[in-house]
């Protein structure tokens, strides 16, 4: 095997093992699933804590934000993002945690 096969070998298997912890179904925090490169890049604020803090909302607890309507969330997600709503916030944002866990 050449030098740039093993290479790939050696990469393609990391990425399998990489593949398989990520099926364990491991629990995620917010602030690891939203970045603040993807808070920067993706809405008009720095980090995931400061829009939080920008809500209109009380949010001091995980409850405080569960209890929010989610029709009125994801107005203030489509107002202060480029996502249209928060289910698709969420979904770019795994996404990318995905792919930067596989080594993309």
Known sequence: M???FKEFDRKLKKMQQKASE?????????????????MKK?????????MLDKSP???ETQQDFESIPDDLWDDFV???SKFFN???MQQEAANIYVAKQLGF
């Not at 629990?27 to 490169?37: G, I, P, R, V, W």
């Not at 993706?42 to 400061?50: A, M, R, Y």
């Open 2 to 4: 050449s030098n740039g």
């Open 86 to 88: 928060w289910e698709e």
């Open 57 to 59: 909302f009380t949010i």
């Open 22 to 38: 990520l099926e364990k179904g491991q629990e995620l925090q917010l602030n690891e699933l939203f970045t603040d490169s993807f």
């Open 42 to 50: 993706n809405t008009k604020f720095s980090s995931l804590d400061e």
């Open 78 to 80: 489509r107002e202060n």
